[in-house]
């Protein structure tokens, strides 16, 4: 039976109670299918991981044991942060502040024109079948808002290997907002952590959204984000990718209004067998929009990396700006980064560029440091942690930067736990 | 920016300059393809049996391939039964044995698209082997070629005299299954180039071959084959120009490089044919297939186009690198105007330790034009050492074109390093305005300025190639600025 | 008489299996500048790469010791822990790993070599003040990344202050006076003139003479085509100046 008829199958075991949107979900998934490695967006995504996964439900409930705060190994809040603490998929409410629960409490509305099945957005239809909670944010408020902390924690069980989040944020025109993710937990089993958030941002509304994928073990991660921007907004989309035997993160950014702006920054590292791929989608479809596109990718031992950024620049975006630099580190027998800096143009006045490399450590830095008495392994450490800065560095707040530090350093296992630029 | 930009408009509207008919009659078989079609033109070149079996298995091969809908082309589907799959020049009388006996009609053909075939031969030094329709009728320059042990011949006459050379090397670089075009070419070619450059052989002289498209509704399915033994040099030219037509024509060339060790191969191409009207009817589809390997240590292979000509370009000559230290280089100008769509590019595959590969990619967008670049750079995981530098830039010549940039990098070996740069620009008002006041007009300052765009890969190309090339580029972007 | 800070004997070095070395005896006692100087392409710069261990050399033959211990059989770092410092000629940049940070990590790998304990934040940041100041530095370049941005005569600036700040037993500056205006000239050679001291030592590898006017060499040494074809005083280096390297070089060929 392939990936899609066991979805469906056990989509269809979940009856009748699902409603419409979950269910109109899966019939998109039904007429269109999961992505093929001969597709060109698909080239590098693990898609056997994908193929090979058990089972697409997720627990019918939060075991009783995992309410305890141990066993979440929740980290301790950010300093000045609200926080929302779902549970394989389920709001924890005893471990969420207040204001976060009361800006969560709308149900998930749905907008199926947002569904676009044939797009590289379509494994979001999977976390929109099987989401049991889905959360919409409205941020209407009119002034700056106190910072959103989304703690997402995969715990899972062999019999219900996959958790989902499903989240529609809206944030009202000229609305400043700070929201961080971090997916965590992950189980020994193969399982699925699959993510659908749907982003609007209104007129002059900015929102700083920090990412941080941390997920341990055999977690199978499928992340799909599609933001809109309406005239003069902002969106600052840090993504730091680190979790998971293997992840796959899509994203879509439409810059829809006049002097919209994104400034997106990832890191993806791996080691051992892990893949990493990410892929983002710029469109600009209004004049004098600008986005500053920002890859590290670092593959230790056998590791894959990819980033696919495709810019498209439509006829009306005229005095657009594309600045994209995508690099990659290899460090490994068998490691392998791809990377496609991608640039779709149709008017001519813009400002484009990009540059991508991979290579190697430099062996005159290296020597540079050896030279002034550091140890070769510390040395490496050392120009890696530099290297990953470029994205590490922009994080905030501070508890927040060594978070994804350590989770960095975690999975590569030879990254310097201080902070070089500092 | 608008006075300029009617002004310009003016003098975009000038129509090709090489679209004529020759009228000669032609052998040719009736349109539609199936396999008495491809026995027949084996016949016709008596072919030796593994060639005619290649083509057959080539030919069950392409049933069962899809036309490939993945470039950034647009174009209505082409009618492979509409087409005929062999035009030749009759011959009057026995073939002609030198340039006095070949049709004095098809040398004015040359000599209005400026090729004055002996006279320029003679005075370049070049060797010309040019090929009408599918036919090669003239050859020069045979003798001092042969002195030094150069083979240079019509692709059929090497199938006469040279056969064990391409049972070893045809397909050895592009195989019959390779791609939709690729395998139709293998299919039905009808004639083409060859060239064999012995051992320690430094080739005395350019190689060149002009290529013209004539017959009406005559697909086009050159082969060409060039292998530099160890420790050879050779640097062939291959120019085109095609005149004015209706009708889309297809061309689905073949070119296969064999460089062996320590071996160089320099393969330079002007393309100019028809590109099409001004609302984009007519024109040549060029599906083309080029690829060289560099099989032995040390060896080099150098591409350099310049593309100005067809409606739609879908070519990506490429290096399979397999040679310890061996280099690949690859350095391209393609213009779109009007309604052309070009998507070209390269590979460059990496297999052997201390490999290098440079791109230089020059694409230049006008009118509705829209061009791509495509390029793949590939490190396997044994080419310890290996680098690549991509230098890719557009630039674009009015508000209805686009420029587009479509890389991979794929990397396996953690001790190689790639590096890529694009960067995308017009012509700004300032850079105009400026040319404009130290007196130039605005046609000048253009050339001036999409000539120093283009001049790291023009100074690649043998020099009166490069002049060719320059004034081409200035005819096809005549006033495309907007 | 105490075992000299560098002894080298006879050393013979390849690079891609070119010699490029041709039988270098030198001996630098403790306390002592030593210049070695010649015409581009001597060997001088391959010379003082090898003794901090640069990868890429082969060493055929020979011996190089320092402070009594084989030199050649240690690691890059573990030479720079020892106390030997390579200033560069060309200090590479390294973006994302700020000044301070690679100093003070220099620093510690050093002093634990000495069971020494870390230095604390407060008398690293008085220390390397300090030696800013003899270096005419300004502060910021602390907290950029290291060589990032500098001009040429900063970078120089900053490879003498990493000097100080390590203390090293002995220093090989290669070419640290090119590219150097008059001024950072002085500064650079005030630098190295701080460091002097009977316990330490100096190898000043030159192409012109103009440093040896700030830091006045106990001996110097010319080197060409991989040898060393005479040694002397400070006198010798003014004689260079004069006549050049050809006169040398054509005694040579004629002996």
């Known amino acids: 039976m392939s990936a899609l008829e066991r979805l469906l199958g056990e989509f269809a075991s979940l009856g009748a109670g699902t409603g419409a949107v979950r269910q109109a979900a899966a019939q998109s998934l039904r007429s269109v299918g999961l992505p093929a490695r001969n597709e060109d967006s698909w080239r590098y995504a693990n898609l056997r991981a994908l193929e090979q996964l058990p089972s697409f439900l997720p627990a019918a409930a939060t075991p009783a044991l995992a309410t305890a705060p141990e066993a979440l190994a929740l980290p301790a809040p950010l300093p000045g942060y609200s926080r929302l603490v779902l549970v394989d998929g389920r709001v924890q409410r005893e471990h969420s502040s207040a204001e976060a629960l009361a800006l969560a409490v709308r149900p998930g509305v749905e907008n199926l024109a947002r569904l676009e099945a044939v797009s590289d957005q379509r494994l979001g239809l999977i976390a929109t079948a099987f989401a049991t909670e889905p959360l919409t944010l409205a941020i209407d408020a009119p002034l700056a808002l106190a910072p959103l902390a989304l703690e997402i924690v995969s715990l899972t069980s062999p019999s219900a290997p996959a958790s989902y989040l499903n989240l529609t944020l809206r944030v009202a025109p000229g609305v400043q907002c700070q929201l961080v993710e971090r997916h965590l937990g992950g189980a020994r089993q193969p399982g699925l952590a699959g993510t659908r958030i749907d982003v609007t941002l209104a007129e002059g509304a900015q929102l700083q959204h920090q990412r941080l994928f941390a997920v341990s073990g055999a977690t199978l991660l499928l992340d799909n984000l599609q933001a809109q921007l309406h005239a003069r907004a902002r969106y600052q989309l840090c993504h730091i990718a680190v979790g998971g035997a293997s992840a796959r993160s899509t994203a879509e950014v439409r810059l829809a209004g006049a002097q919209a702006s994104l400034d997106w920054r990832a890191l993806a590292a791996g080691a051992g067998p892990q893949f990493n791929d990410l892929m983002l989608t710029v469109l600009h479809e209004a004049p004098a929009t600008r986005s500053q596109q920002l890859f590290r990718g670092l593959a230790n031992e056998r590791a894959h990396v990819a980033c696919n950024v495709d810019t498209r620049v439509a006829p009306q975006a005229r005095d657009a700006v594309v600045v994209q630099s995508l690099r990659g580190l290899l460090d490994g027998q068998g490691a392998e980064v791809d990377l496609r800096p991608q640039l779709t143009i149709n008017t001519d006045a813009v400002q484009a560029r990009h540059g991508a490399t991979t290579g190697k450590l430099d062996d005159d830095l290296l020597f540079y440091l050896l030279a002034r008495g550091l140890e070769p392994a510390a040395a490496r450490a050392l120009l890696k942690s530099a290297f990953l800065g470029e994205v590490l560095k922009s994080i905030e707040p501070e508890a927040l930067r060594r978070a994804a530090q350590q989770a960095t350093a975690l999975r590569l296992g030879d990254l310097a736990l201080s902070e070089p630029w500092q | 920016m608008s006075n300029a930009n009617s002004e310009l408009g003016a003098l975009l509207a000038r129509g090709y300059q090489h679209g004529f008919v020759t009228d000669i009659d032609s052998d040719t078989l009736p349109p539609g393809l199936d396999e008495s079609v491809v026995r027949a033109i084996s016949a016709r070149k008596r072919e030796p049996q593994f060639l005619l079996d290649w083509r057959l298995r080539a030919y069950r091969h392409w049933l069962t391939m899809r036309e490939p809908r993945w470039a950034r082309l647009r174009y209505e589907p082409i009618d492979y039964q509409g087409i005929s799959y062999y035009s030749a020049p009759k011959p009057k009388g026995d073939a002609p044995k030198s340039l006095d006996e070949v049709d004095p009609k098809l040398l004015e053909t040359y000599a209005k698209l400026g090729v004055p075939l002996h006279e320029r031969a003679r005075l370049a030094g070049v060797a010309v082997d040019a090929v009408f329709d599918s036919v090669s009728v003239a050859t020069t320059f045979k003798e001092r070629l042969a002195a030094a042990g150069v083979i240079f011949c019509p692709f059929s006459e090497a199938v006469q005299k040279h056969p064990e050379l391409l049972e070893k090397y045809l397909g050895s670089v592009v195989p019959y299954t390779d791609n939709f075009y690729a395998t139709l070419n293998c299919a039905v070619f009808t004639d083409g180039s060859f060239v064999y450059v012995p051992r320690g052989v430094r080739c005395p002289m350019e190689l060149s071959t002009y290529f013209r498209i004539n017959a009406a509704k005559t697909g086009q399915f050159e082969r060409t084959l060039i292998i530099a033994d160890a420790g050879s040099h050779v640097s062939y030219l291959e120019g085109c120009t095609a005149p004015m037509r209706d009708e889309n024509q297809l061309h689905a060339a073949v070119v296969e490089l064999v460089a062996l060790e320590d071996a160089q191969i320099k393969y330079s191409t002007v393309q100019n044919w028809y590109p099409g009207d001004e609302q984009g009817r007519g024109g040549i589809y060029n599906f083309v297939t080029k690829r060289g390997e560099c099989r032995g240590r040390n060896s080099r292979i150098s591409w350099t186009q310049v593309e100005t000509g067809s409606a739609i370009t879908w070519k990506y000559p490429s290096c399979v690198l397999r040679g310890e230290n061996s280099v690949g280089e690859f350095y391209s100008v393609a213009t779109a105007n009007n309604y052309q769509q070009a998507d070209t590019g390269t590979k460059m595959i990496h297999i052997g330790a201390n490999t290098r590969s440079t791109i230089v990619s020059k694409g230049i967008s006008a009118g509705h034009g829209q061009n791509a670049y495509r390029g793949l750079v590939k490190i396997m995981p044994s080419a310890h050492g290996a680098r690549n530098h991509t230098q890719c830039d557009s630039l674009l010549l009015g508000a209805h074109c686009g420029a587009h940039t479509y890389p991979y990098i794929e990397s396996r070996n953690a001790g190689a390093t790639v590096e890529h740069e694009a960067s995308t620009s017009r012509i700004s008002e300032d850079q105009l305005f400026y040319c404009q006041q130290r007196g130039l007009d605005t046609e000048d300052a253009v050339n001036m300025i999409v000539g120093g765009f283009c001049r790291e890969v023009f100074k690649e190309l043998p020099m009166e190639f490069a002049v060719e090339a320059q004034n081409l580029l200035a005819v096809t972007l005549e006033g495309a600025v907007g | ?255």
């Open chain 3, 1 to 255: 008489m105490s075992t000299p800070v560098l002894q080298v004997e006879d050393l013979h070095v390849s690079v891609a299996g070119t010699p490029v070395l041709k039988g270098i005896t030198l001996t630098v006692p403790a306390g002592e500048v030593h210049a070695i100087m010649g015409p581009n392409g001597s060997g001088k710069s391959t010379l003082a790469h090898v003794l901090a261990g640069r990868p890429g050399y082969e060493v055929t033959r020979g011996s190089a010791r320092f402070e009594g211990v084989d030199l050649l059989a240690m690691a890059p770092e573990a030479r720079a822990r020892a106390g030997l410092f390579l200033g560069f000629q060309y200090p590479v940049e390294i973006p994302g790993v700020n000044n301070a940070y690679l100093l003070k990590a220099a620093l510690n790998a050093r002093r634990r070599e000495r069971s020494e304990p870390e230095i604390d934040a407060f008398d690293f940041l008085a220390l390397v003040r300090a030696q800013m100041r003899t270096m005419q530095m300004d502060e910021n370049l602390l907290t950029r990344g290291v060589n990032e941005g500098f001009s040429g005569g900063e970078k120089k600036r900053n490879e003498i202050l990493q000097m100080l700040v390590l203390e090293p037993r002995l220093a090989l500056l290669d070419e640290t006076d090119s590219g150097l205006d008059i001024d950072a000239l002085k500064i650079v050679g005030r630098g190295i003139n701080t460091l002097r001291s009977p316990t330490r030592s100096v190898v000043l590898v030159t192409h012109y003479q103009r440093l040896l006017e700030y830091v006045v060499p106990d001996r110097v040494h010319v080197l060409a085509r991989g040898r060393i074809l005479r040694s002397g005083d400070r006198e010798l280096a003014l004689e260079l100046e004069r006549r050049g390297y050809d006169w040398l070089l054509e005694e040579q060929s004629a002996a």
